[in-house]
């Protein structure tokens, strides 16, 4: 099983970008299908983009079509999220996710592996 462990977090104004990564440990990262969720204070986890095993198809939470794009570099076990045009409701707890099976792109429990997250907060 991989590990998480996300980077990249911090202060970034509205209407400014900023990337977060996701490194993974172990010889199995090719194998995992990977997703980015996130949570704000006082609100539940939730599914902001999700990418398949060889990057080939990708999936986006309706808030984020557009401005967030999540790839992979599976020769550097890592996973990114490029974010642009940030908005002040873009402020959470980013957090890396990742599984061997299939399953709702979008839901929580189909994830077995997860990150401690990073911080993203935008200021208006």
């Known amino acids: 099983q991989v590990q998480l462990v996300e980077s990249g977090g911090g202060l970034v104004q509205a209407g400014g970008s900023l990337r977060v990564s996701c490194a993974a440990s172990g010889r199995t990262f090719s194998l995992y299908q990977m997703a980015w969720f996130r949570q704000a204070p006082g609100k539940d986890r939730e599914f902001v983009a999700a990418i398949t095993k060889s990057g080939g198809d990708t999936y986006y939470a309706d808030s984020v079509k557009g401005r967030f794009t999540i790839s992979r570099d599976n020769a550097k076990n890592t996973v990114f999220l490029q974010m642009n045009r940030l908005k002040p409701e873009d402020t959470a707890v980013y957090y890396c996710?990742?599984?061997?099976?299939?399953?709702?792109?979008?839901?929580?429990?189909?994830?077995?592996?997860w990150g401690q997250g990073t911080q993203v907060t935008v200021s208006s």
């Open positions: 996710a990742g599984t061997l099976y299939i399953g709702s792109w979008s839901s929580r429990g189909t994830y077995d592996t």
